[in-house]
């Protein structure tokens, strides 16, 4: 595409500095008319810069940290870690430091003095109470990992297949995990009074719950009382959770009260700095309106120059928006895809720097368009298997969720781990691992029939599977031929405690119902990772889905 050679070529750089120039010309002379007018008053309002002003300057910046302290003091107030709290004491003394400093150089009266010094005193106390607050949840989080802790022994009785009457203790055990559950709420309730009803319902289940002793097997009532007295020790004793719940409370209410307060005696000490500096402001405004009245005349003058300069600029800029505007308007259209640059738009768009830009980006907005394309593709590929990578997972499964949502259709994922692989590689190195990720993927892909279906590598040796419109049984039936065709490749793992060849376990999900608010892509796939999880503790080379096992 080329440029009409007839068209007389205008350099873009001589039409700025013509206009440029011709506007400089022009304002130099109102500058030059208005700086002898201002000599006329510059000895009038000299004394007033010299003396009021910098006085003024200094009440502001001195208002200015002021105003800022305030917002330090409330982030002091409301930090939760010692590394906010070292923050919020970092950026405190550091104004407090400035504001020393600017003090020493301001003339205060006595009473904004005072004030300054009743501040740095009350921010030493806030220090110390939130320091205090900090200690009592750092005490609190303490008390609940004692709770989960108890709470984790308590599951070890019933995750033992071979206990007796397992279902007798598994309903006890549920009614304490009710209260574990309670109890865990307890640390992040707001108010002493919700504090106060979760502790009478623990009250009230755990006597339920101490009385069903007996009817627990007689080897596991030892353990169930021991249960009951920790639970009662880290919940409710006189160092429990919900006693260090209602000090921490106690203390954040303090340190909200001491930080409300510091915050308003900063606050006034504020309005004070101004207010001092609005009265000095008056003074001066009531020496300008002196010399106002003085140069009146002058300003006369002034505005009439002034309206010779704005009509000049006026048609400046009516030039520069015929010449250059109007004509970046269209390449900006052009560049944002809302027109085509086409060969009798040339001579609309001119014959210099412009139009070559134009000419240009056309031809690199085609090779871009296709590069952008190829890179597309290659981002949703794994590198080393070919299959789908995580992000397209991620783009599939959200998508697939929604439309079987819509539609309320079952939707299943399978989540799939070559046992071992760690010891595999160490034993025949990372390239021998990497060809049996390659054919392990190539043999997904394959034994899923559908076209809908989805594999991809989920990263390092697990695999992910999206099977569409698809129940538990029947996720369960495909979960099981992938993990037979792996085993059927026969590769050899001597380190496999499975096998001897190498071996996939799988854990699955199945969303049938989307009724509940929480249901959503991260629960299903946390619920694929869970049975995934109980398929390697309960000897690999299996499928496990949420209440289903296949041996």
């Not at 919700?194 to 009250?203: A, G």
């Amino acid at each position: 595409m080329q440029i009409d050679q007839d068209k007389k070529r205008r350099s873009l750089s001589r039409v700025f500095s013509s206009a440029l120039t011709g506007l400089f010309a022009v304002f130099i002379t109102l500058v030059g008319m208005t700086y002898y007018q201002l000599l006329v008053v510059s000895s009038a309002l000299g004394t007033v810069a010299e003396k009021s002003i910098p006085i003024i300057l200094q009440y502001e910046q001195v208002a200015n940290h002021a105003t800022s302290l305030i917002f330090q003091t409330e982030r002091l107030s409301n930090s939760v870690t010692p590394p906010a709290l070292r923050i919020a004491e970092k950026e405190i003394n550091k104004e407090i430091e400035i504001i020393a400093s600017l003090l020493l150089e301001t003339q205060l009266d006595e009473v904004l003095i005072k004030e300054y010094q009743a501040i740095t005193e009350e921010l030493e106390e806030l220090r110390e109470l939130v320091t205090q607050q900090l200690i009592s949840i750092k005490v609190v989080k303490e008390k609940e990992q004692q709770l989960y802790q108890i709470y984790d022994n308590a599951r070890l009785f019933t995750d033992n297949p071979f206990q007796a009457d397992r279902l007798v203790i598994s309903d006890w055990i549920l009614g304490y995990s009710r209260l574990f559950m309670i109890a865990s709420e307890i640390s992040n309730a707001t108010t002493l009074n919700d504090i106060r009803q979760k502790s009478r319902s623990i009250d009230i289940e755990q006597a339920q719950l101490n009385n069903a002793i007996v009817d627990l097997p007689k080897d596991f009532q030892s353990e169930a009382k021991s249960l009951a007295r920790d639970f009662s020790a880290v919940v409710l004793g006189e160092q429990g959770l919900v006693a260090l719940s209602v000090n921490k409370l106690t203390m954040k209410a303090r340190t909200n009260g001491r930080g409300n307060f510091t915050e308003k005696l900063v606050s006034d000490f504020t309005r004070s700095l101004r207010f001092q500096g609005t009265l000095l402001g008056e003074e001066i405004l009531a020496d300008a309106n002196r010399a106002k009245e003085d140069s009146a005349q002058q300003i006369q003058i002034l505005t009439v120059l002034f309206a010779i300069a704005v009509a000049l600029l006026l048609l400046i800029t009516w030039v520069l928006h015929r010449r250059v505007i109007r004509r970046l308007i269209m390449l900006k259209q052009i560049v944002s895809g809302e027109a085509s640059l086409r060969p009798q738009d040339i001579k609309r768009i001119g014959n210099d720097e412009i139009s070559d830009i134009a000419i240009t980006f056309q031809k690199f907005s085609d090779t871009i368009e296709a590069q952008k394309h190829e890179l597309t593709n290659l981002a949703m590929l794994d590198g080393l298997t070919g299959i789908a990578n995580r992000r397209a997972f991620d783009l599939a499964l959200l998508s697939e969720f929604n439309q079987a949502k819509r539609y309320s259709h079952p939707l299943s994922i399978l989540l799939i781990d070559v046992d071992y692989f760690k010891p595999f590689n160490d034993l025949y190195g990372h390239s021998v691992g990497d060809d049996a990720l390659k054919q392990i993927a190539a043999t997904l892909r394959s034994t899923l029939k559908r076209d809908i279906d989805f594999v991809a590598r989920y990263g390092g040796e697990e695999f992910v599977c999206i099977l569409t419109n698809t129940d538990c049984q029947g996720a369960l039936i495909c979960a099981q031929n992938l993990r037979e065709a792996v085993e059927k490749l026969q590769i050899e793992h001597a380190e496999s405690k499975a096998l001897g060849y190498v071996t996939v376990s799988i854990g699955g999900a199945t969303q049938s119902s989307y009724e509940s608010e929480s249901d959503n892509p991260e629960r299903l796939l946390k619920l694929a990772d869970d049975a995934l999880y109980d398929a390697k503790e309960f000897g690999r080379n299996q499928v496990r889905f949420p209440n289903n096992l296949i041996d």
